[in-house]
């Protein structure tokens, strides 16, 4: 069964993307870069079920006419202050939230750019906080899709 978005972000464009990166300082992988240019994030029907995450909504390089839909620079900032009890370490780029404000990330890191990552916003140890799912972006979104 494919995706299926309650409220789809229309695809980013070049300019989104390029824009995107920039700001984030971080070149983005190229699994999720691919997500960005046919869906740009959005509500998932019924919210998707992998094996181990509910995934509520998927955020959008830029603005969109998504009411509420946050996007990946704003998530960033929110996550990277190292003075509140969230911050998340740099390599990971928040691209998605469950039901309950946990994220889901994906590696910005040389050799496994693109890996998903959970991040439960209860766990206090940072440490410990994420966990890899051991699948790519791509992957991942399968998952979502047959479950």
Known sequence: ????????APPASADQIATTERELGATLPSGYREFLERHNGGYLEG???????????????????????ENLVSV???YS?????HDLPDFLLPVGADPLGNLVCVSLL???????????????DPDEAYRSLGVGFEDF???????
């Not at 202050?81 to 009890?85: F, K």
């Not at 040389?110 to 206090?124: K, L, M, Q, R």
């Open 47 to 69: 919210g998707g079920v992998d094996r181990e995450v509910i995934v509520e909504r998927l955020f959008s390089a830029g603005e969109t006419s998504v009411e509420e839909l």
């Open 81 to 85: 202050d190292p003075d509140s009890d």
């Open 110 to 124: 040389e050799g496994e750019a693109g890996t998903v990552y959970f991040w439960d916003h209860e766990i206090a």
């Open 1 to 8: 069964m494919p995706l299926t978005f309650e409220e789809a």
């Open 141 to 147: 979104l399968e998952r979502l899709s047959d479950a």
């Open 76 to 78: 960033r900032a929110t």
